[in-house]
């Protein structure tokens, strides 16, 4: 089963607008990632949150953990129609080269 | 630097053949691992090798496979092809030996259809 359950499943906004995707887990992380991926092709890594930090800036992404409630929030500020994808929160238990996937949210912004 | 080369694109085959998938990772990176991704699973992790030696393997049944040589290349094959093996079968690299914090470069994929 998935380990990440991400929420909402689907989002459209108005481009300026800001977008907040939610992930939920189930066990404990060595760290938590957030990916992208456009129209069925490769995902691509926007940005990773260790276990023990609890917000983290890119650019207009904003990530946020809270290890006590096995949550992260992926926040994206003043969004464009290029940020239109499927987004991915992706677990790493530590050590096992493996990422376990949520079920993605949906972004789509309309210009 | 190249990306993650991923061959081939597209893969039509029919039930009951087999297939094999090619990945070259970015030039350095020494770790490789598989991913398949189809819309009532999601994605899910097949394996993960490093040095030519598999580390770890997901839950897939022995019909799938993979190697990786000397160059870090690596191909993974499918037996005995089943209609739900359809999907977008995603190879990503990372730079080295420790797995500990390290993000993951992924391909373009390559989609597979079984007819």
């Known amino acids: 089963s998935q380990q990440g359950e991400e929420d909402p499943q689907a989002l459209s906004i108005q481009e300026g607008e800001n977008a907040t995707m939610n992930c939920s887990y189930k066990?404990?992380?060595?760290?938590l990632q957030w990916y992208r991926q456009n129209s069925g092709r490769g995902l691509v890594h926007l940005i990773l949150?260790?276990?023990?930090?609890r917000e983290k800036h890119s650019g207009r992404l904003r990530v946020t953990l809270d290890t006590s409630k096995k949550s992260s929030s992926l926040l994206i500020t003043a969004s464009r129609a290029a940020d239109t994808a499927s987004y991915f929160c992706?677990?790493?238990?530590?050590?096992?080269?493996?990422?376990?996937f949520g079920q993605g949210t949906t972004l789509q912004v309309k210009p | 630097k190249a990306g993650v080369t991923q061959t081939p694109r597209y893969l039509i085959k029919t039930r009951g053949q087999q297939v094999t998938l090619s990945c070259s990772p970015i030039?350095?990176?020494?770790?490789v691992s598989w991913y398949q991704q189809t819309p009532g699973q999601g994605l899910q992790f097949l394996f993960e090798?490093?040095?030519?030696?598999?580390?770890n393997k997901g839950n897939f049944p022995g019909r799938f496979s993979g190697r990786q040589f000397s160059n870090s290349r690596s191909e993974m094959n499918v037996s005995t092809l089943e209609l739900g093996d359809s999907a977008l079968y995603l190879c990503?690299?990372?730079?080295?030996?420790?797995?500990?914090?390290?993000?993951?470069?992924f391909g373009q994929g390559t989609r597979l259809t079984v007819v």
């Open positions: 990503a690299s990372s730079p080295g030996a420790s797995r500990m914090n390290t993000e993951a470069f």
């Open positions: 066990t404990s992380i060595n760290n």
């Open positions: 949150i260790r276990s023990n930090e």
């Open positions: 992706a677990t790493d238990l530590g050590n096992t080269g493996k990422l376990i």
């Open positions: 030039s350095g990176h020494r770790s």
């Open positions: 090798y490093f040095s030519e030696t598999q580390r």
